[in-house]
């Protein structure tokens, strides 16, 4: 009995690798990494989190803008206030 284990060819390399040796969702990793750091930073100015807006998004820190943006959350507000809230009436 040969004790000796046949290498495995290079196609058969472990799971989710390529023959390579890399993983082929790392190509562009950078890219996609930055692109969610720059939309977290944009919620982040938008929640009040951070002073300054997300390079790129120069147009977030004018006052049109802004008046823009909390006229629609109070708008928000307006329309679901009282949605969820029940008066519940008890006699004794």
Request: aromatic fraction near 14%; glycine fraction near 8%.
């Amino acid at each position: 009995m040969d004790t000796l284990q046949q290498p495995k060819p290079e196609a058969e390399t472990s799971i989710g690798h390529s023959p390579t040796g890399h993983r082929p969702s790392a190509v562009g990793n950078e890219k996609i990494s930055a692109c969610l750091s720059w939309i977290k930073n944009f919620f982040d100015y938008l929640a009040g989190a951070q002073e300054e807006p997300p390079p790129g998004a120069a147009f977030l820190s004018s006052p049109l803008w802004i008046g823009l943006w909390w006229g629609l959350m109070i708008a928000l507000i307006l329309l679901f206030c009282g949605q969820t809230s029940k008066f519940i009436y008890i006699d004794f």
